[in-house]
């Protein structure tokens, strides 16, 4: 693991894409993806004081941070023991380290309307705030989600993605190692879960890691 310090800048999941350059699948390197990683592998996280109480949706969430954690031989996501925790202080777009918890947190906060969730993390020594947007119409099953609503668990595990340290600076389909082939909206199969830019209809594309989702995070957490 990099030892140096790194503030990662937040990283909202929202709509919009960016389509500039492309760099053939098999020349992805993980570095590309990751300016650093989490020096702490095992990650306890809390849902905050103010996260829905719902079983549907608190589970869907531990399900979204497992799916990250099966494929790793390092990294972990655990649901911290006992009750809620406070909420991470300041706007989503706060990056002071010296600022932040002492433990990772699950929020739940007013966002943009195109925005779906966000992700600050300060890594090695530090904490991640996964902030999900409270206003949206949120699909809490497991299955395809209605057109006029949002895909929780794909939403969810695409911001545990940036919860890696991972797709912090771009996503697969934004500069400057745009592969923009693993975000085509037509196809099940090559749309990746670290794609930025999809309507609130094909947001359960995002519930299945796909192939280069799976080896980049592998390969920063062998």
């Known amino acids: 693991m990099q030892s140096l310090r790194r503030l990662a800048a937040a990283a909202a999941a929202g709509i919009g894409l960016g389509l500039l350059g492309t760099v053939p699948a098999s ?25 829905p ?6 589970a869907r969430t531990v399900e979204a941070g497992d799916a990250w954690e ?13 009750a809620d925790r406070p909420p991470w202080p300041g706007t ?7 600022d932040q918890l002492s433990y990772d947190v699950i929020d739940w ?14 890594l ?35 911001e545990f993605g940036h919860a890696t340290g991972g797709w912090l600076v771009a996503h697969w389909n934004q500069p400057p190692n745009a592969d923009p082939s693993l975000c085509v909206s037509g196809s099940w199969m090559s749309y990746h879960t670290m794609c930025k830019g999809i309507t609130e209809a094909q947001t359960w594309r995002w519930n299945t890691l796909e192939t280069h989702d799976k ?4 390969a920063a957490y062998p």
């Open 27 to 51: 020349a992805h390197t993980w570095t590309d993806w990751y300016e650093d990683t989490w020096n702490i592998d095992t990650r306890v996280y809390w849902f905050s004081t103010r996260f």
């Open 53 to 58: 109480t719902g079983t549907n949706i608190r």
């Open 70 to 82: 099966a494929l790793s031989g390092t990294l972990q996501f655990n649901l911290g023991a006992g």
């Open 92 to 98: 989503p777009e706060g990056t002071d380290c010296d």
């Open 109 to 122: 906060v007013p966002l943009p309307s195109t925005t779906y969730g966000i992700t600050t993390t300060c």
């Open 124 to 158: 090695v020594n530090g904490t991640f705030s996964l902030r999900m947007n409270d206003t949206l119409p949120w699909y809490t099953g497991t299955g395809q989600n209605p057109s006029n609503q949002v895909h929780f668990r794909g939403a969810i595990k695409h």
């Open 215 to 218: 080896h980049t995070f592998q």
